[in-house]
Structure formats: C-alpha cells, structure tokens
C-alpha cells in the first residue's frame, strides 16, 4: 500500500510539475513578444496604409471600449528621405563663398513633394534666427543680458509655434559684425527647405508684444519685410530703414538678392570702394565703412527694378521699434492694458498658456472698440523693441546714451515681456525694474489691483 501510494503521489507531482512548467512557458513566449517585436518589413517604406486602434480606458465596458481612429499614410517617418533631393548634389553650397544655388525653388518644391506631412503646414511656416559672439561678452553683465534676450525669443517662438535657431558661430569669419547675419540667413534657407520665410532678430532686439503676430497675409507678394519708410529712402537717408530685425522669403529671389547684398560685404575685395560709395550717396550717415542697412539701401534706390517690387518697408506698426521712444511708456501701456481687463470680467480667467492667443484674440476686439492706438502716440504693446547702439555684449554703447539709460530701458522691456509670459504661470514682477522680485498673482487679477 504504502508503494502504490509513494507511485500515486509521483504522478500527481509530475502532472503538476509539467502543467507548472507550460505555464511559464506560455508568459516567457507572451513577454518575449511584447518585449522583442518582429523586426519590420524590408519593405517597409512602401508598405500599405497603416491602420490603428485607439482605446478608450476610461469605459468599463470591452464591448464599446474601443473607438476606431483610422489614419492613412504612405509616406516615410520625418526623419527619413526616402528618394535623392538637392542634399544629395555635392555642389551645393551653404556658403557665399561659392557659387550661388541655382533652381531653387524647384528643389525646394520637389524637396516638399517628397515630405508632404511638411508641405501641408509650410504655408507662412517660419523659422527664427538670431546669434551672437562666439566668446564671453567683455561687458560684465553682457553674457546675462544675452541670456534673457534669447529667453524672450525663445518664449515667444513657444507661443507661437515658430523653430528657433540661435546661433553663436562665425559661419564665415571674414563676414564680422553686422555682416555676419548674412551667411547664418543663407545657410538656414539650405538648412529649412520647409520654411517659407526666415526671420532674423537681432540678439539685441526683444519681443514686447508676446501676443502679436506679424500680419502675414499683408506680405503675400513680396519677398522682404523690413521696418523703414519709402519717403526716408528716397530722401537718401542712411536711417530710412533698420536690417536688425527683418523677414526674408525663402526663394530664388531671395538667395539672389543675399547674393548681391553680400558682395558689399567685408569678404570683397570692393569693400572699401563701397564705403566710399555709400558715404558719398548718404549724405547724414555717420561713417565711410559699408554696411549692411545702408547696403539694401543702396539697391532699393539703384537697382530699385531688379529688387523693389518685392521689398516691402513696414511702418503701421512697431515690427522693429527704437527704444528710446518705447521704454517710458511701458508702465502706462501695461496699466492700459490692465484697465480693459478689469472692464471684462472673461479676460480675467485665469487660463493655460496653450489657450492664451484666444484670449488675446478677445482683448483685440476690445482694444479696437475702445480706439486703443499703436505707434509713437499711442498705448498699444510695441511688437518689437530694438535697442540700437547700446551693446549690451561688448558694453560700448552709443555716446548719445548713458549706459544707465541702456540698462535700464533693456529690464524695463524684458520685464514688460516676462509679465505677459508669467502670466499664464501665476506670477508678475512687482516693478519693471526689478528683475528679482515678482509676486503671484490674486485670483481674478487685475479687478481689485
């Protein structure tokens, strides 16, 4: 008996044993392919239309848990090129040093072809560049004061859903100053065939207006967006127009026109010849070396059939504003704001930063009712504020100012600014011009402030 029981529970301990032994081997397979997925197809960049499941986990029910969201593609992931394009010729260039690209916008229109996901967006799509030195600012406070001009574009290309490259290398070191925006602009026309217009801002020009946006449909037509006045140019003025902030398309028009401004430029052998034209020509402009600005002037005036259909000068707005006439307004503008809101109780709710464009959509419409102008004379937010020989890198600010003056009118924007940013976060500065202290913000802000 106590044999045949010995056998019994033999064979009830291997059946358990086995059955033990099947069900690890069921989860060792079921983790391996979760964990290990088949290897895609060879075929992959040419495999049909993919279909995918989305479940809702919010319903208990597994009947109607799930909801269907199909989406159809039968282009490659972005970060593939799935045929040659123009990146593939070994003559093109990113430089000014050779010849010029040639058939551009068709290499860009077949570039986009083979991206679509990328052209259905590329309408107006912008991309920022802005730059400085390579090496440490010689003023004390100069590597700080970069800091947060870079900070402000950077919020502002957050908002607004714009790339930004900032860029701190001499593409082409013969190319020194105000020059050397000149190459990083064309290298990011070759480095973003996506984007229809680059955008340059001084590194020592800031957003004031967080909420503006350039009105771009205004500029269809034209290929270069520069803050200026037609009259001014004609009357050969050297200050008739600003280059430190400015959009250029990016077409054959525009690699052309770079083509021709830079041969001004200090890596000619005509620079100096050029300076002397243009001190010759502008009679109030202050020194015999060639510059950029008075460089488009030059071809607006001279070469005006070749280029001056498709440059428009800007001045209904501040799309690049002196900051000697901006900066003492700010506080009474920042209250003009503030009075608005306590009027209407909506532009108080406190908000995401995501949905904060529809509320200033909202704010615009009362703005206007209430006759709130822009411009030197009135007390709307100027979009850009540009602080024009002050220097902040190097500390050798123009004469005509003190470098009081400078330093303060710089934290009196960039604080303006940040308010409008902190906004969204619950906090604003207790005074413009203390960068340090800021204070959370109440509910239903500004009523009772």
């Not at 602009?185 to 955008?199: F, G």
């Amino acid at each position: 008996m106590a044999n045949k029981s010995y056998k019994c529970s033999l064979l009830s301990d291997g059946l358990l044993f086995a059955s033990g032994a099947g069900v690890a081997l069921l989860l060792f397979f079921a983790f391996y392919s979760f964990f290990s997925p088949s290897p895609p197809p060879s075929n992959y960049l040419h495999r049909q239309p993919l279909r995918q499941t989305i479940t809702n986990t919010n319903t208990t029910s597994s009947s109607s848990s799930q909801q269907h969201c199909y989406f159809h593609t039968s282009t490659p992931p972005l970060n593939t090129d799935p045929a040659p394009s123009f990146y593939d010729d070994p003559s093109l260039s990113y430089t000014l040093q050779e010849e010029p690209i040639k058939n551009w916008d068709e290499k860009r229109h077949h570039w986009l072809l083979q991206h679509p996901t990328l052209a259905q967006a590329q309408r107006n799509r912008i991309v920022m560049i802005s730059g400085s030195q390579p090496g440490p600012c010689r003023n004390p406070v100069g590597d700080h004061l970069l800091l947060r001009f870079y900070k402000n574009k950077a919020d502002y290309c957050r908002i607004h859903g714009i790339d930004l490259f900032y860029n701190t290398a001499l593409l082409q070191p013969d190319m020194f100053s105000f020059w050397a925006k000149i190459p990083v602009v064309r290298a990011a026309m070759v480095a973003h065939p996506e984007a229809e217009w680059i955008w340059w801002v001084d590194s020592d020009a800031a957003f004031t207006d967080m909420e503006f946006e350039p009105p771009m449909e205004k500029y269809e037509g034209y290929n270069l967006v520069l803050h200026g006045w037609p009259h001014r140019v004609e009357a050969r003025s050297w200050t008739s127009l600003n280059a430190g902030v400015f959009l250029i398309r990016n077409c054959q028009w525009s690699v052309d026109f770079i083509d021709r401004w830079a041969r001004m430029g200090p890596q000619s052998p005509e620079y100096r010849r050029w300076g002397r034209i243009q001190k010759a020509l502008f009679k109030d402009k202050l020194y015999a070396e060639s510059d950029d600005q008075t460089g488009i002037i030059y071809l607006l005036l001279k070469e005006k059939e070749r280029w001056g259909d498709k440059i428009y000068l800007e001045n209904e707005y501040y799309f690049e504003g002196y900051w000697v006439e901006i900066v003492n307004k700010l506080e009474k503008i920042a209250k003009t704001y503030m009075d608005v809101e306590r009027r209407v109780k909506g532009l108080r709710r406190r908000r995401a930063e995501k949905v904060a464009m529809a509320y200033a959509r909202m704010r615009e419409e009362y703005l206007e009712k209430e006759g709130i102008r822009g411009g030197p004379h009135g007390w709307r937010r100027p979009f850009v504020t540009h602080f024009t020989g002050c220097q902040p890198c190097s500390g050798d600010h123009n004469t005509i100012y003190s470098g009081e003056n400078c330093w303060d009118g710089m934290q009196r924007a960039l604080n303006f600014a940040d308010d409008q940013v902190l906004r969204a976060y619950g906090f604003r500065h207790e005074r413009l011009v203390n960068s340090t202290a800021v204070r959370p913000l109440p509910f239903d802000f500004p009523a009772d402030y």
